[in-house]
């Protein structure tokens, strides 16, 4: 059942795709990270040989999107914003014109690939392994174990990974970070997945630590958009044509400058949360 939610809005989402629409890369994109969240969710009783050739695919399609998604929210979000804003027009003009046909070149990328046979196949195969893949048997977790207890047990465990790794935020490499807001997305999606085992006097609980997940996982996506921000923005000042080459590199230093200080407010917005992130107290319904 998860796995086919998952792949619907995968699907659902390829016109949109092939249209070079944000919002439906966008959507493909998160259709696809929960389903590779899925599989990490339940790696332990999924089929190894199969599961791996499913997740090499998922990976190359997910890298195919990922430039438009990133160049798109890099033009909209950090380049638009600071035409008229003590920015030269020459210098906004020039490093916008460079990404928007960063975007336009992105977009086809990521359409060339949702029209390709490769992706054809990776339906089918994906399909097939949903349907006829069979869970192998595993000492942690028999045939005996139901869904409800695999549910507690792992939510409980991710969580408390998550809070220790959080402590330490501040003291964090940007890798590592990005590796927190992984596993804090993977619990956000397991959340969801996993709702309708609890009774609905539990939802409120489940509902706000879903919520928190959410706001720690957008705080460190941004910081994790800063940096990739960051080497776009370096790489177009250093390698702008010579006419363009100084005011493109203010227009890059005011977009480095104004997200630097953004990253303040968003570490302490991310520290917060996680201070607060807690084990569930509910439990999932043992009939499940």
């Given at each position: 059942?998860?796995?086919?939610?998952?792949?619907?809005?995968?699907?659902g989402?390829?016109?949109?795709?092939?249209?070079?629409?944000a919002?439906?890369?966008?959507?493909m994109r998160?259709?696809?990270?929960?389903?590779?969240a899925a599989?990490?969710?339940f790696a332990?009783?999924?089929?190894r040989?199969s599961?791996?050739?499913?997740?090499a695919?998922?990976?190359?399609?997910?890298g195919?999107?990922a430039?438009?998604?990133?160049?798109?929210?890099?033009?909209?979000?950090?380049i638009?914003?600071?035409?008229?804003?003590?920015v030269?027009?020459r210098?906004a003009g020039a490093i916008?014109?460079?990404?928007?046909r960063?975007?336009?070149?992105?977009?086809?990328r990521?359409?060339?690939?949702?029209?390709?046979?490769?992706y054809?196949?990776?339906?089918?195969d994906?399909?097939e392994w949903?349907?006829?893949?069979r869970?192998?048997v595993?000492?942690a977790?028999?045939?005996?174990?139901?869904?409800?207890?695999?549910a507690a047990q792992?939510l409980d465990?991710?969580?408390?990974k998550?809070r220790?790794?959080g402590?330490?935020?501040n003291?964090?490499?940007?890798?590592q970070?990005?590796k927190?807001?992984?596993r804090?997305?993977?619990?956000?999606?397991?959340?969801?997945?996993?709702e309708?085992l609890y009774?609905?006097?539990?939802r409120k609980?489940?509902?706000?630590?879903?919520?928190?997940l959410?706001?720690i996982q957008s705080?460190?996506?941004?910081?994790?958009?800063?940096?990739?921000?960051?080497?776009l923005?370096?790489?177009?000042?250093?390698?702008?044509?010579p006419?363009?080459?100084?005011?493109?590199?203010?227009a890059s230093?005011v977009?480095?400058?104004?997200?630097?200080k953004a990253?303040?407010?968003?570490?302490q917005?991310?520290?917060?949360?996680?201070?607060?992130?807690h084990?569930?107290?509910?439990?999932p319904?043992?009939?499940a």
């Amino acid at each position: 059942m998860i796995a086919h939610s998952t792949l619907r809005q995968i699907t659902g989402n390829a016109d949109p795709v092939r249209d070079t629409d944000a919002e439906g890369v966008h959507q493909m994109r998160v259709g696809l990270r929960r389903l590779r969240a899925a599989i990490s969710l339940f790696a332990d009783i999924l089929p190894r040989a199969s599961t791996a050739r499913i997740k090499a695919e998922l990976k190359w399609l997910t890298g195919e999107l990922a430039p438009a998604r990133e160049i798109d929210v890099f033009l909209t979000e950090s380049i638009l914003p600071i035409t008229g804003h003590g920015v030269p027009r020459r210098g906004a003009g020039a490093i916008r014109k460079r990404f928007s046909r960063q975007r336009t070149a992105a977009f086809g990328r990521a359409r060339d690939a949702v029209m390709s046979a490769r992706y054809r196949r990776l339906l089918i195969d994906v399909i097939e392994w949903i349907e006829t893949g069979r869970p192998r048997v595993n000492d942690a977790h028999n045939d005996d174990c139901t869904i409800a207890a695999y549910a507690a047990q792992m939510l409980d465990r991710r969580i408390r990974k998550a809070r220790k790794q959080g402590r330490r935020l501040n003291d964090l490499e940007p890798m590592q970070r990005h590796k927190l807001r992984i596993r804090i997305k993977k619990i956000r999606y397991a959340v969801d997945f996993f709702e309708s085992l609890y009774d609905d006097r539990d939802r409120k609980e489940l509902a706000d630590l879903s919520d928190r997940l959410k706001q720690i996982q957008s705080a460190l996506g941004s910081l994790n958009d800063f940096m990739a921000h960051r080497e776009l923005a370096t790489e177009a000042a250093l390698t702008a044509p010579p006419a363009h080459r100084r005011a493109q590199a203010f227009a890059s230093g005011v977009i480095v400058g104004q997200e630097r200080k953004a990253a303040d407010g968003l570490m302490q917005d991310a520290a917060k949360q996680l201070h607060r992130l807690h084990r569930l107290r509910a439990v999932p319904n043992e009939r499940a």
